[in-house]
């Protein structure tokens, strides 16, 4: 969803474990980026994905991407303390879905 | 890498004054920079873009007379709260777009504006 039409997921897990977080947008998209913010801070970008790619790479980031539904998700391998973030999904339209809280306890 | 400054980081101010927050691109020129809004552990969500030498694109719900857009130069924008209410009290993020369309986006650090 968009413009926070919908609260953010929340999801605690311990390190070391995989983190999988969802997201969806409304429009066409030319292709979709990943951000993380840390708590009360500016946003990092992680990834991009062209709308002709399924699945993406990054280290120990992996997104996919199903235009189909409109939907894509980014997992985290091997989860460690300092991923704890919030992660948001950006569209081409320039909206953030309502992103995950992230919690990995060390 | 390129940088997006925005001025002040945190700003406390009375009912009824105006606030100005400043969005600087440092080593690029952005045509397209945006402003988004954040309550707390909620998403962001977009208020406008803003274009060099053009009025700004609100979108459906936020007040342009409320949350004056200027974007006077290729690497300043500036978003100014008026008459501020404590409702306004919220985290403002800029972003900037290196290049058109499809430019990497740079974000600011953000602004926590709290009105008392």
């Known amino acids: 969803s968009q413009q926070g039409e919908e609260d953010p997921q929340a999801l605690s897990i311990q390190e070391g474990e995989n983190a999988t977080m969802n997201c969806s947008y409304k429009?066409?998209?030319?292709?979709l980026q990943w951000y993380r913010q840390n708590s009360g801070r500016g946003l990092v970008h992680l990834i991009l994905?062209?709308?002709?790619?399924r699945e993406k790479h990054s280290g120990r980031l992996r997104v996919t991407l199903d235009t189909s539904k409109k939907s894509s998700s980014l997992l985290i391998t091997a989860s460690r303390a300092a991923d704890t973030a919030s992660y948001f999904c950006?569209?081409?339209?320039?909206?953030f879905g309502a992103g995950t809280r992230l919690t990995v306890k060390p | 890498g390129a940088v997006v400054s925005q001025h002040p980081s945190r700003v406390i101010c009375k009912s009824g004054t105006s606030v100005k927050i400043e969005c600087r691109s440092l080593?690029?020129?952005?045509?397209?920079m945006f402003w988004y809004r954040q309550f707390p552990k909620q998403s962001l969500m977009l208020m406008a873009t803003?274009?060099?030498?053009?009025?700004?694109?609100?979108e459906q719900g936020v007040e342009k007379d409320k949350f004056l857009i200027n974007h006077a130069s290729l690497t300043l924008s500036t978003l100014t709260v008026t008459s501020a209410h404590p409702e306004d009290s919220s985290f403002y993020i800029c972003?900037?777009?290196?290049?058109?369309?499809?430019?990497?986006?740079?974000f600011g650090e953000g602004s926590r504006l709290t009105v008392l």
């Open positions: 994905i062209r709308s002709n790619e």
């Open positions: 429009t066409s998209i030319n292709n």
């Open positions: 803003s274009n060099e030498g053009s009025k700004a694109t609100y």
């Open positions: 950006l569209d081409n339209d320039m909206r």
């Open positions: 080593d690029f020129q952005a045509t397209t």
């Open positions: 972003s900037a777009r290196r290049g058109v369309n499809t430019g990497e986006l740079f």
